[in-house]
């Protein structure tokens, strides 16, 4: 059974900055692109951040520059390092893990999702 376990989340002052972790369990997890997406209330689900098998990555443009995806395959982990966070930054942030090797923005090409885990962003 496939897991992905969110963690890291909080609230933070705008400018401040937050480390995410995903963990995953019951999967290859090198064998699997993995992106984090965000869901603020009232909005739809949006693409944050994605990395490939072979750590190619690739940012919305809303983050770009603020945030960096990184993984580390030794402990089927994957990490996004949130700094100069923003107000509009605030939303519930998801881990989802794609079958494929390539990273893809689109969130119905992701196979496995986790629980979520909220930051909140005081300006």
């Known amino acids: 059974q496939v897991q992905l376990v969110e963690s890291g989340g909080g609230l933070v002052q705008a400018g401040g900055s937050l480390r995410l972790s995903c963990a995953a369990s019951g999967l290859t997890f090198s064998m699997y692109a993995m992106g984090w997406f965000r869901q603020a209330p009232g909005r739809e689900r949006e693409f944050v951040a994605a990395i490939a098998w072979n750590r190619v990555t690739y940012y919305a443009d809303s983050v770009k520059g603020r945030f960096t995806i990184s993984r580390d395959n030794a402990k089927n982990t994957v990490y996004l390092q949130m700094n100069s966070l923003k107000p509009e930054d605030t939303a519930v942030y998801y881990c989802?893990?794609?079958?494929?090797?390539?990273?893809?923005?689109?969130?119905?090409?992701?196979?496995?999702w986790g629980q979520g885990t909220p930051v909140t962003v005081s300006s």
């Open positions: 989802a893990a794609h079958s494929s090797r390539y990273y893809t923005s689109s969130p119905a090409q992701y196979d496995y």
